[in-house]
């Protein structure tokens, strides 16, 4: 263990001298934290590189199933592999009363490399490709979630959950209404102040359309894996502060048929050596740089649908005119397209990426995107012309997306774009993961098929 990381760990303790325990997490596919608890004093050994968990942990479906086909489970002895501390990533988890802190991992392969499994190492390898052009990618993202009751209604539907001390359950779409934030103001504020304490540059809250749904804002940051390391704190932080209240807080996609579903965007720009933003230019329309990198983004986007949406509820958020896209489509200061160019400051133009659900891994959705964007500079793909009015009436020019699971996979594994930038082997392990969840669901027989089908015929 290097004296730094000895001097991290004593300045740690000496600021929060009451911690017992240290969660130690490593995301996996779906970007479930998965790890374990350890006492505040095997902290070292983390550190030390002699922490280990099983490669497995990349291989599992959304119910934690190990997927044997992936060749990761009985075929590779489960065996275990090194994890190592992700930096400035030890921190308070003080909505635990028990005296815990959190460190998150990346795992390394048998060889000490970066485990190619690893979605944080499989951002890191994109990234890289921007150091080589002389830029730097500088991203931002929005979380939206719902807040339910934990309890299931009777027929094992869920509803709002009312403010805590309050009866009454809000319905109907109330885009940016204060009386929503305020009912939840007392725990909105406690995931402020932890987001503090966590190093997670969250700049504002909303009510978003759904009842009982949110979104939080993060600052830009020049880091790419940073910033999704942000977001993973981010959901854990909300999940874990709502529960303390007795509340759930939920990420899922499409939680409610008919209400609005919850997406992540991210928004994306380049900065050269220098400090300038690359795709700055004086007025909103687009320059070389932006409109071409908005050309790769736009002819990748069908083969990435597989990481935008990755499970069953997933494909449920596309409906028309539902500020989910439909096509890959862009336009100016307009919601309704795929890729959006706000309306901001010459020096903050960007691109905002409007496509993926709340379930999405975010290092994956960044690295497709960047993807996308490195795609479109480097071949310098020209896209098509911008959507001024109705995205979803008036776009005649853009093919649909892949709304479907099945039809995403079939793409994904089929992709050169996605074996070039992801690496054959990542792509052979995510679409076998997929695919093998899509048929278990697949298999599932649902009360709504008796309901209709019992008796026809």
């Known amino acids: 263990m290097s004296s730094i990381c000895a001097s991290d760990i004593e300045t740690f303790t000496r600021a929060h001298p009451d ?3 240290v969660d130690v997490l490593l995301p996996d596919l779906l970007s479930t934290p998965r790890g374990k608890r350890l006492k505040i004093d095997a902290l070292p050994t983390v550190y030390a590189g002699a922490f280990r968990l099983p490669g497995s942990i990349f291989a599992m ?6 997927i044997e086909a992936t060749g990761l489970g009985f075929d590779d002895g489960d065996a275990d592999r090194s994890c190592i501390p992700v930096v400035d990533s030890l921190v308070s988890a003080p909505w635990m009363a028990e005296g815990v802190a959190q460190i998150q991992v990346s795992m390394a392969d048998h060889d000490g490399r970066p485990f190619y499994g690893d979605p944080r190492h499989v951002l890191g390898q994109v990234v890289n490709r921007f150091t080589e052009l002389g830029l730097r990618p500088v991203v931002a993202l929005e979380v939206e979630f719902y807040v339910v009751d934990p309890r299931r209604t009777r027929q094992g539907g869920i509803r709002p959950a009312a403010a805590p001390g309050k009866p009454l359950r809000r319905s109907g779409k109330q885009i940016n209404s204060m009386a929503r934030i305020e009912e939840m103001s007392a725990i909105l504020a406690e995931i402020s102040r932890t987001c503090e304490i966590q190093n997670v540059p969250a700049t504002s809250m909303l009510a978003e359309s759904g009842p009982g749904q949110y979104e939080v804002n993060l600052r830009h940051v020049a880091d ?18 709502f529960l303390k209240h007795g509340l759930n807080a939920t990420f899922m996609p499409k939680p409610y048929a008919e209400e609005p579903g919850s997406g992540t965007h991210i928004h994306v720009s380049l900065l050269q050596e220098d400090g300038r933003n690359q795709f700055a ?17 736009a002819t990748t986007m069908a083969e990435s649908m597989l990481v935008f949406a990755p499970t069953a509820n997933s494909y449920k958020r596309f409906r028309p005119e539902c500020y989910v ?5 862009w336009g100016l200061n307009n919601r309704g397209v795929a890729l959006r160019i706000p309306a901001d400051t ?5 691109v905002e990426h409007r496509v993926a659900g709340a379930d999405v891994n975010p ?7 960047l993807a996308g964007v490195h795609r479109g500079i480097t071949r310098k793909i020209e896209p098509c012309e911008p959507i001024t009015g109705n995205p979803y009436r008036d776009c005649v020019e853009a093919a649909p997306l892949p709304t479907n699971w099945y039809e995403s996979t079939v793409l994904f594994e089929r992709s050169g774009f996605v074996k070039e930038y992801l690496g054959a082997d990542f792509q052979e392990l995510y679409a076998t ?14 009360p709504l098929e008796y309901d209709w089908y019992l008796t026809a015929g």
């Open 61 to 66: 479906d959304a119910l934690g199933n190990t």
């Open 346 to 350: 010459p020096e903050n133009r960007r």
């Open 433 to 446: 993961t997929r695919r093998a969840e899509l048929q278990a669901f697949e298999n599932q027989v649902t």
């Open 281 to 297: 230019s004086d007025s909103l329309d687009p320059n070389e740089s932006l409109r071409h990198a908005i050309g790769g983004l």
């Open 224 to 241: 790419p894996c940073l910033a999704c390391d942000h977001v993973i704190r981010l959901k854990r932080i909300v999940r874990g502060v």
């Open 325 to 329: 896209p439909m096509s890959p489509t």
């Open 19 to 21: 911690t017992r325990f």
């Open 363 to 369: 290092y994956l959705l960044a690295a497709m995107v």
